[in-house]
């Protein structure tokens, strides 16, 4: 039973795998069961014993790689150091991981292409659905870590030699949302133009998230 179970959880996993480059390169519609059943080396009755259709695969490959491909990037912002430090890292490390991570790339294509899920009418809801609360949650942590909410989220007195004001700087944005909405719109914007070609990305260092950081940090 072990071995069995190990055995299904393999299946399952190489069929993830397959499904989130097969939509990543051809587009979810345009996708097939059979497709993705090619790709990982098994049979379409395999895929059908691990997800009913396409629309609880493609659910399934968001809710799989969502946390476990994104979350070393995100892991960045929970550091220490100074909050412009850690924002400028975490800029850089999003740029580094769309040019080096095939899966991180991959799955950021899936996300943020205007096919939101299998051209059926429930699939798209529940693509659009997964797409929304994913963003939000993007939304939501830069907030808070713009806003010097997150624990750590802090500049030490002092920090840059530059007078007790400089200590605030970036902790508490004039406008913590309007600037969190500024940087997931340039992660949003920098991902869909590695899906088209990863060489129109600007540097993977700090001149090439100077901009973004400028607009974010007052």
Same mark, same amino acid.
């Given at each position: 039973?072990? &071995? ?7 299946? +399952? ?88 991570? &095939? ?22 809801? =529940?693509?659009?659905?997964? +797409? ?22 802090? =500049? ?5 030699? =530059? ?35 990863? =060489? ?13 950081? &400028?607009?974010?940090?007052?």
């Amino acid at each position: 039973m072990r &071995r069995t179970a190990e055995e299904a959880a393999q299946t +399952k996993a190489a069929l993830l795998e397959a499904a989130l480059f097969q939509f990543a390169e051809h587009g979810v519609a345009a996708t097939k069961l059979a497709d993705v059943a090619q790709r990982a080396g098994l049979t379409r009755g395999a895929v059908y014993h691990h997800f009913t259709d396409k629309t609880a695969l493609y659910a399934a490959v968001i809710a799989n790689s969502w946390d476990s491909v994104t979350a070393p990037v995100w892991a960045v912002l929970d550091s220490d150091g100074p909050v412009e430090d850690r924002l400028r890292e975490f800029l850089v490390a999003w740029l580094r991981r769309l040019r080096e991570d &095939r899966h991180f790339r991959a799955l950021l294509t899936i996300t943020l292409n205007a096919s939101y899920g299998p051209d059926q009418p429930e699939g798209i809801s =529940d693509g659009r659905a997964s +797409k929304s609360y994913g963003l939000a949650d993007w939304l939501q942590r830069l907030e808070t870590f713009l806003a010097g909410k997150r624990d750590g989220a802090r =500049d030490g007195d002092g920090a840059r030699g =530059d007078g007790a004001g400089a200590g605030q700087r970036g902790t508490h944005a004039d406008d913590p949302s309007g600037a969190a909405a500024g940087i997931l719109a340039w992660l949003c914007g920098t991902a869909l133009l590695a899906a088209t070609d990863p =060489d129109l990305l600007p540097p993977s260092d700090a001149s090439g998230v100077a901009l973004p950081l &400028r607009g974010a940090l007052p």
